[in-house]
């Protein structure tokens, strides 16, 4: 009860502080949703949580200021994908194919997917994607200081 007191106390005190961190925190959270629904994830692998607006929301609480965006964007998509991950850990994979998956990630060789179930390897293709857009990103920044191949 403190907490919406507290809550309803700040939205009346500094409306305009709300009006701007909404309109800084939603055109992000709906680019890492456009994202979200490109990967597909969510058509094909049935058994995850699907936490795209936590996800961003924890990125919002790392990075709040409006020049880290690109940064939330990344931390949100990492942690969407880290979700999933957990997900497959926990959740939905056999030990034999675990076993496989953590030495296709020890090895980082995500072409050498002989033998993995098609959920991993929509996975391991996604999170590769999720890579190589770091890297440009990082590329175009001119702060890119070592590209795994």
Same mark, same amino acid.
């Given at each position: 009860?403190?907490?919406?007191? %507290? ?18 925190s939603t055109r992000p959270r709906s680019r890492?949703?456009? #994202?979200?629904? !490109?990967?597909? /994830? ?15 929301? #924890?990125? &919002? ?19 969407? &994908?880290?979700?999933?991950? +957990? ?10 194919? %675990?076993? /496989? ?10 072409? +050498?997917? +002989?033998?993995?179930? !098609? ?13 190589? !857009?770091?890297? !440009? ?13």
């Amino acid at each position: 009860m403190q907490r919406v007191r %507290l809550a309803t106390q700040f939205c009346q005190s500094s409306p305009s502080l709300i009006s701007i961190i909404c309109n800084q925190s939603t055109r992000p959270r709906s680019r890492v949703s456009v #994202w979200w629904n !490109e990967m597909g /994830l969510t058509n094909n692998l049935s058994f995850f949580r699907d936490r795209v607006a936590e996800c961003y929301f #924890w990125s &919002l609480g790392v990075w709040f200021e409006p020049h880290y965006s690109t940064e939330r964007l990344f931390i949100a998509k990492l942690l969407n &994908l880290m979700t999933v991950l +957990d997900d497959i850990y926990d959740a939905y994979g056999t030990v034999e194919e %675990l076993q /496989l998956f953590t030495n296709v990630f020890e090895r980082w060789d995500f072409q +050498d997917v +002989d033998g993995l179930p !098609e959920y991993m390897r929509i996975f391991l293709n996604v999170f590769a994607g999720f890579m190589i !857009e770091i890297e !440009e990103e990082l590329r175009k920044k001119g702060t890119l200081h070592h590209k795994h191949t």
